[in-house]
C-alpha cells in the first residue's frame, strides 16, 4: 500500500462519509484534465464529458472500496481510462498510447524524472500586463494541449498537470515506462515549439 499524505487520508475520509464539499473540490480540481485524457480515447468531447461523469457516478458509489493502493488522482483516472476505453470499444475506435518506439534524444532535454533541465526565466516583477499575458499563455497553452496527438495528450495531463507518479501514468495507461517517457519528451517539444512561435 502506498503511503498518502494527511490531507488525503483526510479527503478520502471525508468522501467515504459522504462530504458533498470535498467531492466539489476534487470534482472543479479534477474534470477538466479528465475530460482532455477521454478525449484522447473517445471520439468528441461531448461524449468524453459523458464518460468524466460516468466516472464521477462510479467513484461515488466505489468510494468506501477504495484501498488506497495508489493516489486517490491515480484510482480516478483509472476509473476514467476504463471507462472511455469501453465507450471507444463500443463506437468502434482504438487508441493506442504506444509511443511506436525508443527516442534516443531524452537525456539532452530532461533530468531522469521527466522535468526540464533548464527550466523557464521567471518573470523578475509582477505587473498587471504580465499577468494578463500570462492568462493569454495560459490558454494558448489549453488549446496546445488539447491539439496534442491523444497518448501524449494522456500522458502530459497525468504526468505534469494532474502530479502523478511516474509509476501511476504507466499503470493508468498500461504502457511501459519508457514509453510514458517517449511520450512526455514528445508533448513538451511541441508545447515549447508552441509557446516559441507565440513569442
Known amino acids: 500500500m502506498r503511503s498518502t499524505s494527511s490531507r488525503e487520508t483526510d479527503d478520502i475520509q471525508r468522501l467515504k462519509a459522504g462530504d ?53 488522482a491515480g484510482w480516478i483516472f483509472t476509473i476514467l481510462i476504463n471507462k472511455a476505453r469501453t465507450r471507444a470499444r463500443r463506437d468502434g475506435r482504438s487508441v493506442s498510447f504506444d509511443a511506436g518506439g525508443a527516442d534516443n534524444d531524452l537525456s539532452a532535454a530532461f533530468d531522469g524524472q ?24 495560459a490558454e494558448h497553452l489549453r488549446a496546445a494541449i488539447d491539439a496534442l496527438p491523444p497518448a501524449q495528450r494522456a500522458v502530459i495531463v497525468l504526468r505534469v498537470q494532474q502530479g502523478l507518479a511516474p509509476s501511476e501514468v504507466c499503470d493508468i495507461l498500461d504502457i511501459s ?15 515549447r515549439a508552441t509557446l516559441e512561435a507565440l513569442s
Not at 521527466?114 to 505587473?127: F, H, N, Q, S, V
Not at 515506462?177 to 508545447?191: E, F, K, Q, T
Open 177 to 191: 515506462d519508457g514509453n510514458m517517457r517517449v511520450l512526455l519528451h514528445r508533448a513538451r517539444l511541441s508545447l
Open 20 to 72: 458533498k464539499t470535498v467531492f466539489g473540490a476534487l470534482y472543479t480540481r479534477h474534470t477538466p484534465a479528465m475530460i482532455r485524457v477521454a478525449s484522447s480515447i473517445v471520439q468528441s468531447r461531448a461524449t468524453a464529458e459523458e464518460v468524466t461523469q460516468d466516472t464521477w457516478l462510479a467513484v461515488l458509489k466505489s468510494i468506501t472500496g477504495f484501498e488506497g493502493r495508489s493516489s486517490l
Open 114 to 137: 521527466g522535468r526540464w533541465k533548464e527550466m523557464p526565466e521567471l518573470w523578475d516583477e509582477i505587473t498587471p500586463e504580465r499577468i494578463v499575458a500570462g492568462r493569454r499563455l
